[in-house]
Structure formats: structure tokens, C-alpha cells
């Protein structure tokens, strides 16, 4: 049985995402109903390495659970990809007696968790990204928040694109992934979805879909495009060239990452940071809290980074015919 944990850090790490600052409330929470004592730590690992740690008390999370971005605040931290950087990250958290540490982020911030704990320093992972491409779960912390909002501007886009009878390509967020575009694509009712997990490319096949829905008499081509694939800018061009239809890009941009988180993040939050405090209450080392078949669960650092996963085949398959049409 391991040693009991006395004091516990919390940290936001990557890409802020809304509901990360109802999951430092739960886990503030949650460890202090324990007895334990909490260290925030700012601005991820950066901030680690540069001691910018305080105690975090009740009155610390009033007020913050409706609020978008992180309290803690998030940065990228290049040193910390270091050895150096990590035994001296180690090194700080046993100086301020942190012996158990939350780290809320995506994949890239488990990594870092992964060799802190490497180093003695037991962290536990709670997956916060607006891309929910965290292998290991089904839900990530923003993706809910963020696909809402992201929605909200595309149907506001598709007004004034069926006013003026032109083609809208639309980009969302997701440098590698494509769940933010699926899932707004589908639900806008877009004509076309580029994922860059399956666009090979194919210019023409949009250009004459472009043709054909506006022969069939549509008013607007809604194409949603990931940031992943991008150059929504310059396809707008070529797209207007070859079709003669007016074609315009919007980029969605940060306003994806912030805002009012949804009562689905508030909730997953609050879930999953006190369910990390309970994993370091009981002793448990190196995990990551995850989401399977609906319920929270975790997983061994290691294992969960060695997995992979790719956009459901089915969503995709019905993304097409839906968008057919
Ligand atoms: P995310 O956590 O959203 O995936 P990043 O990939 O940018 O975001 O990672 C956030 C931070 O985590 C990095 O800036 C770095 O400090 C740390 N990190 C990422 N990869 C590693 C790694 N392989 N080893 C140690 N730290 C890492
Ligand atoms: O957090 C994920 C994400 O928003 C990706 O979708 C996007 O590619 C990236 O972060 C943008 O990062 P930055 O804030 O550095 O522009």
C-alpha cells in the first residue's frame, strides 16, 4: 500500500478547453473533503518549473464553475520535454511537498505525466481538449462546449451564405483530428465534411458537387473543413474558379475554445477531477481517467497512450449520405 497523500497538485496543461475550471473546483473539492492539502500550480509545466505554486483553499474555486478557460492558466512548456526539465519538475513538486499530482490536458500533457510519475511523483491524467482525440476515451473535457459553439457560428454563417446563394466553406478546429468537423458537419447539415483522417485530396469530386446541388436548385453549399486539412482560404478560390459559384472562408478560430462550458462538460468535469482525487486517495499510481461505454474508468499511463483510435466508421459512412442530398 502506498504512503498516504497528504498534499495533492493540480495543474492545467496544452490547448485550454471549457470545463477545465469546474474540474480544478472537483478536485479541489473532492481532496480537501479527504483531508488533503492542495497546490495549484499555473501556467502547466512552465509554471512547474518555474515554482509559480500556491494553496488553493474552498474560497480558491468559488465562482468558476460556469466559467470558460482555465483560472490556472495553460502553457507549452519545450524544457519540460527535456530529462532535465522533468527530474527538475520532480524535484520541485517534492520541495513543496506535492506527492500526488493531477494533470488536466490532452495526450501531450499525460506524456508529461507519464515521466513525472516515472520519476516518483505520482500524477493522474484527466483528459481536457476541445478535439477529443485522447485515445483512451470516449469524452474529453470541452468537446461538447466546443462543438456547440462551433455549430451556433455555422448556422449563422449559413444564413447569409443562402441569402446571397453562395458557398460557405466553414473551418473548425482540430489540427489532427477531425471529431470537431464530423460532429458539426452532421449536425449543420453540411454538403460536404473534409476530415484529415479520410480526405485524400480530391478537389474535383467537391467542385462538382458543387455543380450539381446548385443545378438541383440549392440555395447554399455548406462545406465544413478541419483545420487539420485547412487551406479553406485559397480551395474557396479554386472552388469559385471552377464552379462560377461565390465562394467564401470562414475560419472559426480560438472562439472554439472558449465560453460558458455546457452542462455536459460542467458535469464530466466535475466527475472525472474528483474520481482522479479518489484514484490518489487509494493509493492507485500513474493512471488516467477515462470514459468507457459511458461510465468513468481508468487506465495505466502507459497503456492508455499506447492506444489508438480513428473516426467511427458508421458516423462516417452517414456523414456521406447524409450530405448527399
Ligand atoms: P496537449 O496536452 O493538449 O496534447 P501538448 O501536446 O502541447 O498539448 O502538450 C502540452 C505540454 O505537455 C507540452 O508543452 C510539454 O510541456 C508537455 N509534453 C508533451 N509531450 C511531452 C513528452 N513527450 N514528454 C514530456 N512532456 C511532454
Ligand atoms: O487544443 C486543441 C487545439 O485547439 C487544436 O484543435 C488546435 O489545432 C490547436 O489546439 C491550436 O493551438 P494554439 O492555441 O497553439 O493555436
Not at 490518489?280 to 470514459?291: D, E
Amino acid at each position: 500500500m502506498a504512503n498516504k497523500i497528504q498534499t495533492i497538485g493540480v495543474l492545467t496543461s496544452g490547448g485550454d478547453a471549457p470545463g477545465m475550471n469546474a474540474a480544478i473546483r472537483a478536485v479541489v473539492r473532492a481532496a480537501l473533503e479527504k483531508g488533503m492539502k492542495v497546490k495549484g500550480i499555473f501556467k502547466g509545466y512552465q509554471g512547474l518549473l518555474d515554482e509559480e505554486i500556491i494553496d488553493m483553499d474552498k474560497s480558491s474555486v468559488s465562482d468558476i464553475i460556469q466559467k470558460g478557460g482555465t483560472i490556472l492558466y495553460t502553457a507549452r512548456c519545450m524544457e519540460f520535454m527535456t530529462e532535465e526539465g522533468q527530474k527538475k519538475g520532480a524535484e520541485i513538486c517534492r520541495k513543496h511537498g506535492i506527492d500526488g499530482l493531477v494533470v488536466i490536458g490532452g495526450d501531450g500533457s499525460f506524456r508529461g505525466a507519464q515521466k513525472l510519475s516515472g520519476l516518483g511523483i505520482n500524477a493522474i491524467g484527466v483528459p481536457g481538449t476541445i478535439d477529443l482525440d485522447i485515445s483512451c476515451t470516449e469524452y474529453t473535457i470541452g468537446f461538447d462546449t466546443a462543438i456547440n459553439t462551433a455549430l451556433d457560428a455555422i448556422d449563422k454563417v449559413r444564413d447569409t451564405s443562402t441569402s446571397h446563394e453562395r458557398c460557405s466553406i466553414i473551418e473548425v478546429m482540430g489540427r489532427h483530428a477531425g471529431y470537431i468537423a464530423l460532429w458539426c458537419g452532421i449536425a449543420c447539415g453540411a454538403e460536404d465534411i473534409l476530415l484529415p483522417e479520410r480526405y485524400d485530396g480530391d478537389e474535383q469530386t467537391l467542385i462538382n458537387h458543387v455543380i450539381e446541388t446548385r443545378k438541383r436548385g440549392k440555395k447554399h453549399h455548406i462545406i465544413i473543413n478541419a483545420e487539420g486539412i485547412g487551406h479553406s482560404a485559397s480551395m474557396a478560390k479554386r472552388i469559385e474558379v471552377a464552379t462560377g459559384v461565390e465562394t467564401r472562408a470562414t475560419i472559426l478560430g480560438h472562439m472554439q475554445r472558449g465560453g460558458t462550458p455546457t452542462c455536459k462538460d460542467r458535469m464530466m468535469a466535475s466527475m472525472m477531477g474528483a474520481y482522479a482525487v479518489d484514484l490518489l486517495a487509494q493509493g492507485k499510481t500513474k493512471r488516467v481517467v477515462a470514459m468507457k461505454n459511458g461510465s468513468i474508468c481508468d487506465y495505466d499511463i502507459d497503456e492508455a497512450l499506447a492506444m489508438t483510435k480513428d473516426i467511427d466508421e458508421y458516423e462516417f459512412e452517414i456523414s456521406q449520405v447524409l450530405s448527399k442530398y
